[in-house]
């Protein structure tokens, strides 16, 4: 069965300053992997996903994500947050041939400070 | 061009009721899946629906069941709620593609309330 831990339930920071939300997987085969935001009161928004191939996946807003399978991670990391980008963030995993089902760890609340 | 739209976006029950919360997919989507966020955890995935058919389904009793019309849109129904049904339901439709990791459009979700 697979799972996701995302290490950290909240990471308080300041603006401009860099950031990285932490995510680690369970599975016994390969998986896609994905980052989605969801901002207050709103659902939820893909800000990037890792299918095969180069390791280092770019998203939307300036964050991007590494994957790691040797430490099966998949770390999501932003060089300068602003206060817009204060929001819950959502590590999941999918099963390649499993029809798209995610499994999504609990969540990081980013909260960005002036 | 809307994107993935439910109603009501809020709902308040009892215990025992029974609700009703619908799903309308992105245009030219024709895969609905719907997922069960609960305060302050992630979501968990209840059941897909892929050619007015139940395609997968996660570890949610029987109480929890769906409906998908020819147009796409889906139900999802939950008989005798408990109060641990309370969560925020949301919705996510796929767009026909040949692989299996198209993006997931989700829906601003129904937040229930049983008391």
């Known amino acids: 069965a697979q799972s996701v831990t995302q290490l950290d339930s909240q990471v308080p920071v300041f603006e401009e300053a860099p950031v990285e939300l932490r995510c680690n997987y369970s599975?016994?085969?390969?998986?896609?992997l994905f980052w989605y935001v969801q901002y207050p009161n709103q659902g939820l928004q893909l800000l990037l996903k890792?299918?095969?191939?180069?390791?280092l996946v770019k998203g939307i807003n300036g964050f991007e994500a590494e994957f790691n399978k040797s430490q099966t991670s998949f770390h999501l990391r932003k060089p300068s947050v602003h206060i817009s980008d204060t929001a819950e963030y959502f590590c999941?995993?999918?099963?390649?041939?499993?029809?798209?089902?995610?499994?999504f760890g609990a969540g990081t609340r980013l909260a960005v400070h002036p | 061009d809307a994107g993935v739209t439910q109603s009501p976006t809020h709902l308040i029950k009892t215990r025992g009721q029974q609700v009703t919360l619908r799903c309308s997919p992105k245009?030219?989507?024709?895969?609905v899946s719907w997922y069960q966020q609960a305060l302050g955890q992630g979501p968990q995935f209840i059941f897909q629906?892929?050619?007015?058919?139940?395609?997968q389904r996660g570890n949610f009793p029987d109480r929890f069941s769906g409906h998908q019309f020819p147009n796409y849109s889906s139900e999802l129904n939950v008989n005798a709620l408990l109060l641990g049904d309370s969560a925020l339901y949301l919705c996510?439709?796929?767009?026909?593609?040949?692989?299996?990791?198209?993006?997931?459009?989700f829906g601003p979700g129904t937040r229930l309330l049983v008391l």
């Open positions: 245009s030219g989507h024709d895969t």
């Open positions: 999941a995993v999918s099963e390649p041939g499993g029809y798209n089902k995610l499994i």
């Open positions: 996510a439709s796929t767009a026909p593609g040949s692989g299996r990791a198209e993006t997931q459009y």
């Open positions: 890792y299918l095969s191939g180069s390791t």
């Open positions: 629906y892929y050619e007015e058919e139940e395609r």
């Open positions: 599975s016994s085969v390969s998986v896609y």
